[in-house]
């Protein structure tokens, strides 16, 4: 079953930048879906059209996932960890938590350690950002995307500041995360072998914008 849909989206910014042009995507429930392309395809504008963040030009984004709100239904992770310096590693994986009823933040509080314990980060609860590895961030991060267990993870280039040996570690450990709990993943990147070895599905767009290419839907065997 289909917890998104797109079908003949497109998106024009202005007159002149078709960024998105006529993307067909199903997503599976569970299913781990990789974008590659090179950078100006459209692929950080799916994901803000997914998250609400620009209108369609044409075609429709349908969600077959129930949530009161698209910021219930996805966990985001981007490119840089945008942590709060001047709040712990739990504060950090608590910042969704801060608008909500007082015992719904106690629940939450009880999450982030399970998640901060998962990502290897125990040591480091109390620790602010700056003595933390970049890695280290990109977990807290992580955690912080699934702190109210989002139907769809979205991660922006979640590796694409960090050097090859962090980088492998960490995608890995995302593997490893994935399999505990097999969430919905969108997951765009410039690699194409961390996409072949973390993806049930490989979706390649084209410089033509947001066309998907032929070499769309790989149906890659789990190991
Ligand atoms: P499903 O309907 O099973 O969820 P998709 O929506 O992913 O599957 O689309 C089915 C297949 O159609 C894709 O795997 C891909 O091969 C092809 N496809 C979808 N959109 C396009 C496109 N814009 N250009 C070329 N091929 C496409
Ligand atoms: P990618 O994430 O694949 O690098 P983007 O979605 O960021 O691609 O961009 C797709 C195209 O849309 C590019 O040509 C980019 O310059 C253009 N674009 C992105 N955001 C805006 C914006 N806010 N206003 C105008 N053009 C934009």
Redesign the pocket.
Known sequence: NTVMRFEHVS?R??EN?L??DDFDLGVGDGEFVSIV??????????L?LIMGL?PLTGGSLEYHAHAPSVSAMTGMVFQQPLLLPWHTVLDNVLVPSTLQSRSRRRTDRGRALELISMLGLTDFTESYPYQLSGGMQQRVGIARALLHDPRILLM?EPFGALDAMTRDQLTMDLLTIWERDRKTVLF?THSISEAVLLSDRVVV?TPR?GRIADVVGIDLPRP
């Open positions: 998106k910014y202005g930048t960024a998105v392309g090179p950078s100006g395809c459209g692929k950080s504008t799916l803000k620009e922006d765009i767009m914008p």
